[in-house]
């Protein structure tokens, strides 16, 4: 898909990596790109082409509504989200569910929402914006992990289901970028703008999945191991 002339919107597009996915988009000739979050009038609007939208992943009319209001869409990134740093074990029910119906349930009823468009327009492109943590739990990560993990299975069954509707479906997966939702957390981090680089130089490319940094390459090589390589021994070995 070429970028250049291309009709997008970026859910949590006012911070981080949503809004170096915008940028990223207009530098690439995005004809028109549809800035959503939950507060729009906190976006930049200072170029003419962005558009902002109201689209909260919990307020299913707010989906709706944005989804009427984008209809031209020809790509589509889904790059808003929440981190509770709930412990699976000791965190509150609710707040896992919370992670579960934001990334999974949400995320889902975007792409439901703006499927028909991306249909009627012969197609395009549809960005999931994953996690390293699709395929790994790390201390302190429990709720998020699980979240992610179903993300992105949810991910490779759109991308089946949408197969024959000249739709590509893609998924991004990174450690950490130096955004709002990784402050405080002493380890390293990547430039959110390299995020928005890669996935799109894979949607030009055509690729069904993006790994944009060192850790998301090791864990994923991993996984075909020993889950002890990532892991460590079990307790007593």
Request: proline share 4%.
């Amino acid at each position: 898909m070429d970028i250049a002339g291309s009709i997008a919107l970026v859910t949590g597009a006012n911070r981080g990596i949503g809004r170096c996915f915008v940028d990223e988009l207009l530098a690439r000739g995005a004809k028109k790109v549809y800035a959503a979050a939950r507060r729009p009038e906190l976006i930049d609007t200072s170029d003419s082409r962005i558009t902002p939208l109201r689209l909260d992943l919990l307020d299913q009319k707010s989906i709706v509504d944005a989804a009427a209001a984008a209809q031209d869409v020809t790509l589509l990134v889904n790059n808003a989200g929440i981190a509770t740093g709930a412990q699976l074990l000791t965190g509150d029910l609710d707040t896992i569910r919370l992670e579960l119906e934001t990334h999974l349930f949400g995320t889902l009823q975007v792409i439901r929402a703006f499927v028909p468009a991306l249909t009627s327009n012969g197609g395009g492109a549809m960005v999931n914006v994953l996690s390293v943590l699709s395929w790994v739990a790390t201390e302190g990560t429990g709720s998020y992990a699980v979240a992610k993990a179903a993300e992105w299975n949810m991910t490779n069954g759109v991308r089946l289901e949408l197969a024959g509707q000249k739709t590509l479906v893609q998924g991004v997966h990174l450690g950490a970028a130096d955004t709002d939702i990784m402050a405080g957390r002493d380890v390293p981090k990547i430039d959110p703008a390299d995020v928005a680089r890669a996935s799109l130089d894979g949607v030009q490319a055509g690729a069904v999945e993006v790994l944009v940094d060192e850790p998301s390459r090791f864990v994923k090589a991993a996984l075909s191991g020993d889950p002890a390589e990532l892991y460590g021994p079990p307790p007593g070995n």
